[in-house]
């Protein structure tokens, strides 16, 4: 085959090539996924996590902001230990509490930040003090039994008892 | 006297020996290219000229499997997430099983038996009819000549095939899902850009690739190198290039998946 026309296939391949690596880069994947920019990490306890993974996505108004980067069992508390991953462009009140949520009806679970009104904010190493736990859907169907059996005789007066034992739902 | 026992052990002693042997060799086999690519690197003509036999060459049949691939695991992923009322996430399925195992494993597959066999069967046929040592006598050396190009034309065509793989099998999920199947065409993408990484995902089947590229030209040239200088050496050199490479790129994606998704 001519040199020309070896050098211009040649050319077109790697160039189609190149293009598909580039088109896998930006049109399929997302590029921010927190492995170049620095983070700063915080630690939370939770007394339930539920099916909270290892580099679950920590959700603040529904934007991605972190992973969850290590989850320990602390044998003194009996409680476990969440270390969040948050990107550094992100600052937090120190007063910010996180609870686990789940995306969806039976989606996968993630850590939500609600933030709060304190003037300092958190910094690497801190503690997060208010947590809430995820739902357990076994324990979530108990309650509303064991409600419905209470309500049965008196009617309104033990929904507001039961409603604050149901975390994260309300809407 | 040897009984039927000693026999079958050492039966199966020779066939270790015989196997990491064969290792070894082509690990020195292997040292012995990177050694010697400097006159391919130098003359880069001569790596072109490779990349179009094994590279341009290759792929139409890369596209086309890439196009039927993503298309059927539309079909099929379609129907099961239909089930759970989550076919918005076709997007993800197709993209994820695409990009992290099947667009390396499969266009390394392919490669193997389309490119692999090809170098196999040229270089076996150059030392049957003694091209080989012709060159040894003119003072050319032959691994440095006729290896290193064949070599690195490989290695450089193999992860721009998985990629181009990848990309029109992306584009075949599309083609069913959004367009044949009626999944929404803002979910498809956003879902799949928010579930696939650059870093985990994509360069990890980059670098899947690459592995696979080096992988298969070596045991190709290999076999080609070390095949028996007849017909029928040939075309055992051949079978024992498609057998072997595949099954290292199935082990080999085995490990390299082991380690990259352990913590996910």
Known sequence: MERAALDFWVGLFVIAGFAALMGLALKVSNTNGFGGSSSYQVEASFDNIGSLKVHAPIKSAGVVVGRVSKIQFDNKTFQADVTLKLDSRFAFPKDTSASIMTSGLLGEQYLALDAGGDSKNLANGDKIKLTQSAVVLENLISQFLYSKASDAPKNNSNQGAAAPALPGTNP | MKSAKQNIIARVGHGSIDTI???????????????????????????????????????????????????????????????????????????????????????????????????????????????????????????????????????????????????????????????????DEGAFWSQMQSAVSLRQDVLNGVIKSIVFGFAVTTIALYEGYDSMPTAEGISRATTRTVVNSSLAILALDFVLTAFMFKGM
């Open chain 2, 21 to 183: 042997w064969s290792m070894g060799a082509i690990a020195r086999f292997l040292l012995q290219i990177l050694w010697r690519s400097g006159t391919s690197l130098r003359r880069f003509s001569l790596v072109i000229r490779e990349i179009y036999a094994s590279g341009v060459r290759s792929l139409i049949i890369i596209v086309v499997s890439g196009l039927f691939v993503g298309m059927v695991l539309a079909l099929q992923g379609y129907q099961t997430l239909e089930t759970y009322g989550s076919e918005q996430s076709l997007g993800i399925l197709v993209a994820l099983s695409l990009v992290r195992e099947l667009g390396p494993v499969v266009s390394a597959l392919l490669f193997a038996s389309r490119a692999g066999s090809a170098i196999t069967a040229e270089v076996g046929l150059m030392k049957t009819t003694e091209q080989l040592q012709a060159m040894e006598m003119m003072a050319v050396d032959p691994v440095a000549r006729i290896i290193a190009p064949r070599f690195w034309g490989g290695v450089i065509s193999m992860p721009l095939l998985a990629a181009i793989f990848s990309m029109v099998g992306v584009y075949g999920g599309y083609l069913i899902g959004v367009v044949l199947l009626g999944v």
